[in-house]
């Protein structure tokens, strides 16, 4: 498709939809043949003067017209030709498939909010797993699971298990990933109407779950280091939260850390208004940070929740948490009224991959992959404010006066790039603004995607609003 250009001249209606129709021609026409792989959408955007995110948008029409397809890291090929007659909404359904999400985001913009661990061929240790578990428990995977085996808690137990901070077998709670350990606590150990507390910013879905089944949001002060222990003192004392839900290593959005000295006063004033810590460590283990974990500080009322999906594979859904005892059997319980319980095949192999080192070393080797990303990252980024850290698959970039969150976020999905602006991690209805935007290194595609990615933030950067505006 070298020496190919669409003939935009023809036809009417917006840009995307006359290359689609351009395009659609040539492939009735023979120009282009079945199985011919379309140009790359930046090359071809390039060639005709349009965004990426327009050339996007005809590519995703040509697939809902069933005339091409996304192969995940090869590209955009052309199908082969529908006999006559045959009904175009009455396809027989592939049942091979390509998976709920393919290479190309919505729209064929690069992803760049995404978060799971990236893809470094981990499939293929999973499809391994599966097999064998598929093999050694046929029964277990017909029927519903009543009882956990030991090994379970044993993975979990190691998982878990960070710097200093080594749980018990006995104080762990197997879950569908970190989010269902998070919500599952704050079902068990809260009522409606409670109060639970977070941080203005932090991964937000966690409060808005809490909403869903009746608990309220207590908004908690940050700085520059973190969570500040006054301000947790203050809402304590005015609105008596029985939770708080945080994230002190790597939090999400932000990066911060939180000191030993935070950590110790955070412990001290959850222990004087009794008050349940949940330490989010699920970017901490990507870490080599050595502060001791938040429940080393107050061990009788924090509970760890972590799992697989930042650093081994989200779609596996492993995760686990620890507790004090005397939370374990009522988490477990909420837990499975939540979800529907534990199903054999995902928990086992979770097992499987921990106790057998593989998932440390597909960590391994998705930090390595995280840090050649970021690296690249604070190349292009040189000179503007923003944070990182070499094994998290996310940055914490300031905009720039004049810009504001939602209007670069908006600039940034009409250059083809989709970015998460502040208000997505808000945890309720904030006067506070922050004028910054989170977007991740860890979606799939090869390298050169995230330099590409990166030179469009850093082009409209560098341009200001004069470089941006909506005429919609």
Known sequence: MTNWLPDLNAGSGPLYQRLADSIESDIDKGVIGAGAKLPPQRDLAYDIGATVGT???????????GLVSGEVGRGTYVLGQRADGENPDFLAPDVGGEGTRTIDAP????????????????????????SRVAQDHPHEISSYTRDFPDRWYAAGARWLSRNSFHPNADAVVPTLGTHAAVMAAIAALTTPGDYVAF?????SQISRSAGLIGRRTALVASDDEGIDPQDFERVCAQKHPRMIFLMPTAQNPTLVTLSAARREAIARVARE???????????????DDPTQLLAEYAPERTIVAGGLSKSVAAGVRGGWLSCPPAY????????????????????????????SGQAGDIRKRSIAEISARIAIVRETLAGFAFKSHD??????????DPWLSGTFKNACLEHGVLINDEDQFKAGRSEQVFHGIRFGVSQPGQRRNI????????????EGRAGYDSFS
């Not at 330099?451 to 560098?462: M, Q």
């Open 199 to 203: 941080e203005h910013l932090t991964y």
């Open 451 to 462: 330099a590409d990615g990166v030179e469009v933030i850093r082009r409209l950067l560098d």
């Open 328 to 355: 374990r059997h009522r988490i477990r319980v909420a837990h499975k009224m939540m979800t529907g319980g534990m199903p054999f095949l995902l928990a086992e192999v979770n097992a499987r991959l921990v106790l």
């Open 107 to 130: 729209r064929g913009e690069l992803r760049f909010d995404s978060m799971a661990a990236p893809d470094i061929g981990q499939g293929a240790d999973v499809a391994d797993v599966l």
């Open 391 to 400: 094994k998290v698959p996310f940055v914490w970039l300031t905009l720039p």
């Open 55 to 65: 050339v996007g948008r005809a590519y995703q029409l040509l697939r809902e017209r």
């Open 273 to 287: 208004y009794n008050v349940v810590l949940i330490e989010d460590d699920l970017y901490g283990h990507l870490t």
